[in-house]
């Protein structure tokens, strides 16, 4: 059973730039979850998508947005990117609720120059 | 709100000695507990997790944690650790009320040494 697939694992980008990321949730999951983690706030909710509806939100700017698709891939969105955005992106997949058990991918590393 | 707080950021240990990791939470309303592991370069991998009924719960790699509701604690133990067990350790928490989000502490880094 594959795991959650998280693409690119690895991106460089300049400042003022946009950027998507990519996860591919275990089949049959319909919840998908994102987190940024970095050394100064460590790991951070970014927002929680189900069966294409976000239902969850954590306390980030506009820059930052998402949707899913039909089959559960979801993709992150940022925009005007900071450099205080360079982090690891780290999704998460699981059947509905959290508590049921969430599988995380390896990560996005992003670095903005 | 709920938070999370880790008192140690590091722990160094022998190998074969016993550990605890200490982990701490806020919350007004009743929650659910987590532990994750990160080892380099990869994403976490959960251990163990209270949802209710026993306090102490049993999970993976032979780590086990006990929920204290009085002190609010979920520490982490292992009784005889290994060199393989070197990796960064989060606990989490949600609440049942807003279960699709979890909360993270600041992380314990484990260090095994020979």
């Known amino acids: 059973k594959a795991g959650v697939t998280q693409t690119p694992r690895y991106l460089i980008k300049t400042r003022g730039q946009q950027v998507t990321l990519s996860c591919s949730p275990i089949?049959?999951?319909?919840?998908v979850s994102w987190y940024q983690q970095t050394p100064g706030q460590g790991l951070q909710f970014l927002f929680e998508?189900?069966?294409?509806?976000?239902?969850n939100k954590g306390n980030f700017p506009g820059r930052f947005s998402g949707r899913q698709f039909s089959n559960s891939r979801s993709e992150m969105n940022v925009s005007t990117l900071e450099l205080g955005d360079s982090a690891l992106y780290l999704c998460?997949?699981?059947?509905?609720?959290?508590?049921?058990?969430?599988?995380f991918g390896q990560g996005t590393r992003l670095t903005v120059v | 709100a709920q938070s999370v707080t880790q008192l140690d950021s590091q722990v160094p240990v022998f190998e074969e000695a016993p550990v605890e990791l200490r982990c701490n939470y806020s919350?007004?309303?009743?929650?659910?507990l987590f532990w994750y592991v990160q080892y380099p370069n990869q994403g976490l991998q959960l251990l163990l997790k209270?949802?209710?009924?026993?306090?102490l719960v049993k999970g993976i790699n032979g780590f086990e944690a006990e929920f204290n509701k009085s002190q609010t604690s979920f520490h982490l133990r292992k009784p005889s650790v290994h060199i393989s067990d070197t990796a960064e350790y989060f606990c989490?928490?949600?609440?049942?009320?807003?279960?699709?989000?979890?909360?993270f502490g600041t992380g314990t880094r484990l260090q095994v040494f020979p």
């Open positions: 998460a997949s699981s059947l509905g609720h959290i508590n049921t058990e969430a599988f």
């Open positions: 089949s049959g999951h319909r919840s």
């Open positions: 998508y189900f069966s294409e509806t976000q239902r």
């Open positions: 919350s007004s309303v009743s929650v659910y």
């Open positions: 209270y949802l209710s009924g026993s306090t």
């Open positions: 989490a928490v949600s609440s049942r009320e807003d279960t699709d989000k979890l909360i």
